[in-house]
């Protein structure tokens, strides 16, 4: 298997054998996205959304796509599929969701841990 579909197939463990419903966060380049999002519904049964685009693409989402009125603790979607520049755009909305698990792809962008990046990711 690939580490794409290793890594979804790990999410859809523990959503479907463990019970864990999410969220879960996935973080890629732009270019893997549309691949990223492609996989999780060919292969599970979950929500994944692809959260990018300019801010008023990211408010659309967050609006329609995000939450239930009333109910900020519980989400609509069961993974989030974004890039590492929304993570520092959006940190302030991401920060305080509490992630069953986050993955990386591509982490050798992490090496340098002074960065904001791996700041940010210490959610």
Known sequence: LGKTLQSVSFCNFLFAEQGLLGPFLVIAPLSTLGHWAREFETWTEMNAIVYH????????????????????????WHVLITTYETILQE???????SWEAVIVDEAHRLKNRSSRLVDELKM
């Open 53 to 76: 685009g300019n801010v008023d693409s990211r408010r659309v989402i967050q609006e329609y796509e995000w939450g239930f009125p009333g109910r900020k603790d519980l989400h609509k």
């Open 91 to 97: 940190s302030s909305k991401l920060r305080p969701i």
